[in-house]
């Protein structure tokens, strides 16, 4: 290939410039996901630590439905069910506002470029991330709960009310 050498006048052929912006593009979508990845990986630790509280908070009221002949594996579904509705809850909350957002992306663009675009969900995509989240949720509110199913029933009654 022929080269110039003439600094920035030098752009190189129609291949080179689509690879470059092919090279940039491939570049930003990396770092959108890796950014969007650490959101997820946040709000799920977020998510344990509500799980934590709420379990420290109803220490008393575990202690109590073990004492009346609850079992320990109902404890740890009862308190798993709860993390499970609460990452079901945001994953449809998250799918929402991220359609919403597309369908604003939609509009701004039908206005200002007149582009018109239509709305195609990834639902292969979407079910994937839901999975992830609801796996990386619960992954992260385990030690709480198992440390819950470990507890004796004289431990928990022993909490302070309120």
Do not use: D
């Given at each position: 290939m022929l080269e110039l050498n003439a600094g920035v006048a030098d752009v190189g052929s129609g291949r080179e410039i689509?690879?470059?912006?092919?090279?940039?593009?491939?570049?930003?979508?990396?770092?959108?996901?890796?950014?969007?990845?650490?959101?997820?990986?946040?709000?799920?630790f977020g998510v344990a630590n509500l799980?934590?509280?709420?379990?420290?908070?109803?220490?008393?009221?575990?202690g109590v439905l073990r004492a009346v002949g609850a079992t320990r594996g109902l404890l740890i579904r009862l308190v798993l069910a709860e993390t499970l509705l609460v990452a079901i809850t945001s994953c449809v909350l998250g799918t929402l506002m991220g359609m919403q957002g597309s369908y604003a992306g939609q509009r701004l663009y039908a206005l200002l470029l007149g582009l018109a675009l239509e709305l195609r969900p990834p639902w292969l995509a979407i079910a994937a991330g839901w999975a992830i989240v609801a796996l990386l949720t619960l992954a992260a509110a385990y030690p709480a709960i198992w440390r819950l199913g470990r507890t004796s029933p004289r431990a928990l009654l022993s909490a302070t009310k309120g």
């Open positions: 689509k690879r470059q912006i092919t090279f940039f593009a491939t570049g930003m979508l990396v770092v959108f996901s890796a950014v969007a990845v650490m959101a997820m990986l946040v709000a799920c799980v934590v509280a709420s379990i420290e908070a109803r220490r008393f009221e575990f």
